[in-house]
């Protein structure tokens, strides 16, 4: 009788630590990121004046979130993921007050690749951040020339794949922003695009394409903002060298009345490992419109100091050359008065959790 209540209690046992095994292993992870700011030529055209503020994701967007996985068997596992942004100087959420703004998606994940769905980065976003010297963070960067690198589609079908050193990824959104899915217009509000990345040994290149069309109006619908762009590094340990370019059409989607129009970014940094704590980085970026002498420079020096593999100091020193009516800024939350030149600086901390 003992023996077979013993039996009995190590099959249980067993088969509770069969169904623990099974269960979801979620992650709470974050990033909270604040300075202080100083612009000139900023505030409306009576103000013409400098500011000082604390700013919220300089280097990176303040964030928290949470990550799953469960193991499915045979090599599948279910994942999901659950990403909040916010302004620690306000403490309101962002990408318009959404609750999960910058992510929120669900999928499979497998030998083949990993299939999602949810509201997700464009293959822009996944891709370019290893190609630009500031990694497209959300200010003093190649965001700052085109915010489609840090683009997001609602509503959309993902897929990933990660091959040794090659990295595919695109998608397919049947509304941008939550504003598509119309009844008879397929057209409306849909994104789609994709990217490839190739890395061996320092050497790094990758492409990535995006387009979406315009809102629900009939008149604009069938009209779309066209991306394509190219980047590549090389890591030589010490250092590390970028380079890109983005080529844009924009058929006229804000209106019936808009106006086609292209315009090409180039850019070109460098970064430097003083020591294994502190990095410098610089970086130009070039915006050139087509059919106008509008066309301005963005110039960035950045120091980098890691206090531990968490937390970081940085100084982020900008400078943008504006010409004609070109109102490019290092930041949205410092907007430049069209036709000036200005001058930005940020010293921050950042904390990875």
């Not at 023996?3 to 099959?11: D, I, Q, R, S």
């Not at 990095?279 to 419109?289: F, Q």
Request: glycine letters at 14%; charged letters at 15%; hydrophobic letters at 35%.
């Amino acid at each position: 009788m003992k023996k077979a209540l013993f039996a009995l209690a190590a099959a249980g046992t067993c088969a509770l630590s069969g169904v623990a095994s099974a269960q979801s292993n979620v992650t709470l992870y974050g990033i909270v990121d604040a300075g202080i700011e100083y612009a000139n030529h900023t505030g409306t055209a009576a103000q013409n004046g400098s500011s000082v503020k604390v700013s919220s994701g300089n280097m990176s967007g303040s964030r928290w979130g949470l990550r799953g996985t469960e193991d499915l068997g045979n090599g599948l596992k279910a994942i999901f993921t659950l990403e909040s942004g916010f302004d620690i100087d306000t403490g309101t959420s962002g990408q318009g007050n959404r609750l999960f703004g910058r992510q929120a998606f669900v999928g499979l994940q497998g030998t083949f690749g990993t299939v999602t769905l949810g509201r997700q980065q464009n293959s822009l976003y996944d891709l370019f951040g290893a190609y630009d010297p500031m990694g497209v963070g959300p200010k003093y960067s190649l965001n700052s020339v085109d915010s489609a690198f840090n683009g997001r589609a609602d509503n959309a079908l993902k897929y990933t794949g990660k091959f040794g050193g090659l990295t595919t990824t695109a998608f397919y959104s049947t509304g941008r922003d939550n504003n598509g899915e119309v009844p008879g217009n397929y057209e409306a509000g849909r994104n789609f695009g994709a990217g490839v990345a190739y890395t061996a040994g320092g050497f790094s290149i990758g492409t990535a394409y995006d387009q979406y069309q315009g809102g629900v109006a009939p008149q604009v619908s069938d009209r779309a903002v066209k991306r394509l762009a190219v980047g590549t590094s090389y890591d030589f340990k010490v250092a590390k060298v970028f380079a890109g370019y983005r080529w844009m059409r924009d058929d006229g989607i804000a209106t019936v009345a808009t106006a086609a129009s292209r315009n090409n970014v180039y850019w070109l940094g460098g970064l430097y490992r003083v020591t294994p704590a502190l990095s410098l980085t610089g970086a130009a970026y070039y915006l050139d419109a087509n059919n106008s002498d509008n066309d301005p420079w963005l110039f960035v020096l950045s120091a980098d100091y890691a206090f531990s593999k968490r937390t970081d100091a940085y100084l982020n020193i900008g400078y943008t050359k504006n010409k004609g009516n070109a109102a490019l800024s290092m930041s949205s939350s410092s907007p430049v008065l069209p036709g000036s030149n200005q001058t930005g600086a940020v010293v921050g901390v950042r904390h990875r959790f």
